[in-house]
């Protein structure tokens, strides 16, 4: 037995148009990839889009692999991820799934009043998948806490959970503040654990429980992420050992610039310095500039120099992050490394009581709120008139709030 698992795959995530369709790429490639190895099937862990209606273009592109996949007799399992779930519970999924081009695994039904999941069994290697969906600030936690486990740790044969949720026992040090869940609340005696949501690559097997794995994003989603991985990739796994397989679209070179002390003037002619006698082809070029300026402020670098001489090096593209640069002048404002969920959930949590809602406990204000800025990120799809984005909106926020709007 051969399969893929691939998680976070956020396509259409970068909104600059240089890097618009390099998570696409990565997919695109991914999938090649798993074309060539002769996987016999494939993992998603949840994200496989940014948003629950990503743009056409993406889409087009990833239902082309999709096909692809389905001619070449291998089947998709995946998940939905925090990402790809909507408020009012549509998701392209659902449309990719009812044209045989993936199966959602996250089924089951209600009785007496425990959530009972089902298997989906792969037909060429009898492999027995199920999992759960993955929801914006971990509010699937609940649906864990009603699982009814019995018959999942029971059931014979090779089986594999996809999730798409943090594990409190494998969170990095730098994750601290990410929301998650302990390893308790997944069922045991499962041979795989294909995992999502966090972004890490790890690989581990813990007693009781099987490999537990996450491969990461397929291409980095940020910043940091970039700095931090230089790359994306996927797991491919036979004989139950998984090996990373890397997905790179294009090199990154990260300089890091430590202003204590320095004028705008020498921070840049030390940039200048670290680039001088590189080339750059086919690389994103990341600066990242800290600590407290002896004078100016940031914007005083002069980065137009500074990218003008990284492009003529054939760079492909060029970043800067001045966010923790601080001046003599005014006191350091500091905020926990993490997703833009992350942050609003967190932000939610702090200021929550300040009006409080009568009947509604401090968990449902929190997961209201949440549901709340999830409606409200929505997009305007291609060709959707104002009027029908307006009407769409308002239903999602009808069906959140529990009311009618007339």
Partial sequence: MKFAHLADCHIGSWRDPKLRDISTKAFVRAIDICIQKNVDFILI???????????LDNLKSVVSKLKRLKDAEIPVYIVPGSHDYSPSGKTILDVLEEAGLLVNVFKGSIRSNR???????????????????????????????????????????????????????LKPKEMESIISQPLSLLPRNFDYYA????HIVEDKTIEGY???AYPGPLFPNSFSELEKLQGGGFYIVENN???WEPVQIHNVCAIHIKCDHKTPEQVKDEIMGKISGQEFYNTIVL??????????????????????????KSAYFA????????????????????????????????HMGQARIPGVSAAQE?????SLISSLNSEKKEGETNHDFEKRLMGELSIVLGISFN
Avoid: C, Q, W
Wanted: negative net charge.
């Fill in 45 to 55: 862990a949840g994200d496989l889009f940014n948003t629950s209606f990503p743009r």
């Fill in 115 to 169: 959530l009972v999941l089902s298997f989906t069994t792969d037909k060429k290697t009898g492999a027995k998948i199920t999992g759960m969906l993955g929801k914006r600030g971990s509010l699937e936690k609940s649906y864990y806490e009603g699982m009814e486990l019995s018959h999942l740790e029971s059931e014979s044969g090779y089986k594999i959970f996809l999730f798409h949720s943090g594990i409190d026992e």
């Fill in 195 to 198: 995992g999502g949501h966090v």
């Fill in 210 to 212: 099987g490999r537990i």
């Fill in 241 to 243: 050992k998984a090996e």
């Fill in 287 to 312: 600066i990242r500039v800290s600590g407290t300026l002896e004078s100016g402020k940031a914007y005083d670098i002069n980065f137009r120099e500074i990218f003008h001489e990284i492009y003529s």
């Fill in 319 to 350: 970043m800067k992050s001045t966010s923790m640069v601080k001046t003599k002048e005014f006191e350091e404002i500091k905020i926990s490394a993490g997703s833009v969920e992350d942050v609003e959930s967190a932000l939610v949590r702090e």
């Fill in 366 to 370: 929190e997961a209201l709120t949440m």
